[in-house]
Each structure stands twice: as C-alpha cells, then as structure tokens.
T-cell receptor, first 116, second 111 residues
C-alpha cells in the first residue's frame, strides 16, 4: 500500500542554518504531495503542496520539489528562524482506487528545534 | 472563507466516563470530515472519516464512535473512556482537492 517515510527527529539547528527534512514515498499512480506544520499545542497547517512530478511547492521560505524518479519530496529552507520550531509532517493523497476516499497518508513527523 | 471549530479546547475526564467532542465547519458545503488522534510524541492516527450526513467509516476498531448529524457537524463520542484514549484530537475537512484543513484540536486527558 501507499506509505510515507520521514527522517527521524528531532532536528536541532542554529538560527540561519540550512534545513533539509527528507521525505520519501511509496504510491501507485500519481499522488499529490504535501507538507504540513504543527506548532506546539495547535492543529496542523498546510505549508505547501505539489500535485505533479517536477512541481515545486513553496511558502514562507520553505520549498519542496516533487521528484518522481526518486519518489521524494524533501523540505528545504535556506535560513531557519527560531519561529520555525515545530513538527513537520509529509503527506500524500491516497488516490481513488478500490474504494479509497482520497484520504491523506501522513509520515510520523519530524520535530525541528531552532536555537538562537 | 472557511473556518473549522472544535470544542472543548481541553478536557480532563475520569476513566469510565462518557465523551463528546464536537467539530463544525463554516463556509463550505458537503465537505469530507475527519477525526484524527495524536498520542504524546506520536504521529497522526486517522480514526473516522465521513463523506456525507450519516455516513461514517471507521479506520481503527476501538471504544470510540463518530456521528455526522448535519452536513457540517462531526461528533466524536465514547460511552466509557480508557486511559489510552488520552491524546490530542484533531478534526479536519476537505472538499474537491486532496488537501485537508485542520481545526485547533482538543487536548483530552483521561485520569
């Protein structure tokens, strides 16, 4: 079945460091891919998305490129801030096959801590 | 614009007591609705989803149940809470595209 694998955390960086959070997926068909962010005590917020191969999603300085050849959707940011400290979830859309309702499949999340 | 509400925000309940969490969505029609649970330090677990009034799909067998009495209302219930029911409960919605939009969550502590 479809699945998402994220790098294990926690990730601790200094302010202004470069961030990469790896995400790879297994899927049939051509799913849409997403990154969500969860700040402490809050719900998840959609950070960015990509709906087809080679698409680049971007938002708030974060970027991720849909790489079909490597089945990856790594999240990157050139210079992190303390305010970026949060848990980041990679997700893919479970396509409408065999009764599936097009739900999202989430990775386990990666906790990022940015120190001043 | 669309908004999603969850209440209560926090809840402390004794083992064996009943539970009712409510989720409502504004500004959209006929959304798919979802209940997730997030245990401490863990990822998201999909509990239930609904594609319409009265239509509930359960992803995980447990002592929880869900109902959708109105188009934009989704309720999570239990007759008798267990310690293992503690966690952060999140409601989400979506319409035509795949991305889901989440509510602020309910922190449940079962004592």
């Amino acid at each position: 079945g479809n699945s998402v694998t994220q790098m294990e955390g926690p990730v601790t960086l200094s302010e202004e460091a470069f961030l990469t959070i790896n995400c790879t997926y297994t899927a049939t068909g051509y799913p849409s891919l997403f990154w969500y962010v969860q700040y402490p005590g809050e719900g998840l917020q959609l950070l960015l998305k990509a709906t087809k191969a080679d698409d680049k999603g971007s938002n708030k300085g974060f970027e991720a490129t849909y790489r079909k050849e490597t089945t990856s959707f790594h999240l990157e940011k050139g210079s992190v801030q303390v305010s970026d400290s949060a848990v980041y979830f990679c997700a893919l859309s479970d396509m409408y096959y065999g009764g599936s309702q097009g739900n999202l499949i989430f990775g386990k999340g990666t906790k990022l801590s940015v120190k001043p | 614009s669309q908004t999603i509400h969850q209440w209560p925000a926090t809840l402390v309940q004794p083992v064996g007591s009943p539970l009712s969490l409510e989720c409502t969505v504004e500004g959209t029609s006929n959304p798919n609705l979802y209940w997730y649970r997030q245990a401490a330090g863990r990822g998201l677990q999909l509990l239930f989803y609904s594609v319409g009034i009265g239509q509930i799909s359960s992803e995980v067998p447990q002592n929880l149940s869900a109902s959708r009495p109105q188009d934009r209302q989704f309720i999570l219930s239990s007759k008798k809470l267990l310690l293992s029911d503690s966690g952060f409960y999140l409601c989400a919605w979506r319409v035509t595209s795949y991305e889901q939009y989440f509510g602020p969550g309910t922190r449940l502590t079962v004592t």
